[in-house]
C-alpha cells in the first residue's frame, strides 16, 4: 500500500536523543509556542482584510465561464484553527487554491507553525466544500 503524508514544511523538527540527553531544552522550550499557535483567534475583521488584500488579488479560477467569489471568512474554531469562507460555488473551488489559500494565512498573519490548519468553503444556501 502506498501512503502520502501532508507537507511537512509548517512543522518544526528537533532532532535530538533521549539517550544522550541531545536537545530536550529545545523540544520543551517548543511546545509552549507550538500550542499558542494551535490556540491563536483570528478576527473576522483581520480575516476580511486577509479576503480583500490576498484573495482579491489573487482569486479562485472561473470555472463553466461562472466567476468564484470570496465573499468574507470567519475563523469558526481554535485547536486546531479552522476557518470557514463563504463563496458563491463551493464546489468550484479547487485543491491548488486551498493549498494557496492555507500557505497565504500562514505568511499573512505570521502564525500557525506547528499546527494544522482546516479551511472549509459554504455557501449561504449551506452547502460545504472540506478541505
Known amino acids: ?3 502520502t503524508f501532508p507537507p511537512l514544511k509548517n512543522f518544526p523538527f528537533i532532532f535530538g536523543s ?12 517548543l511546545i509552549p509556542e507550538i500550542i499558542a499557535n494551535r490556540d ?21 479560477n472561473a470555472k463553466r465561464g461562472k466567476a468564484v467569489k470570496i465573499y468574507y ?9 479552522t476557518f470557514i469562507f463563504f463563496v458563491n460555488q463551493p464546489s468550484f473551488i479547487e485543491d491548488g487554491y486551498v493549498r494557496y489559500l492555507e500557505k497565504s494565512i500562514r505568511s499573512f ?4 507553525e506547528g499546527t494544522p490548519i482546516r479551511i472549509f468553503f459554504k ?3 449551506s452547502k460545504q466544500k472540506e478541505s
Open 40 to 60: 491563536k483567534r483570528i478576527t473576522t475583521g483581520e480575516l476580511n482584510r486577509f479576503v480583500s488584500e490576498v484573495i482579491g488579488r489573487t482569486p479562485p
Open 18 to 29: 533521549a539517550k544522550e540527553r541531545i536537545n530536550f531544552g529545545k523540544l520543551f522550550n
Open 109 to 112: 498573519f505570521g502564525c500557525f
Open 73 to 81: 471568512g470567519t475563523q469558526a474554531e481554535s485547536t486546531p484553527p
Open 123 to 125: 455557501m449561504r444556501g
Open 1 to 3: 500500500a502506498c501512503y
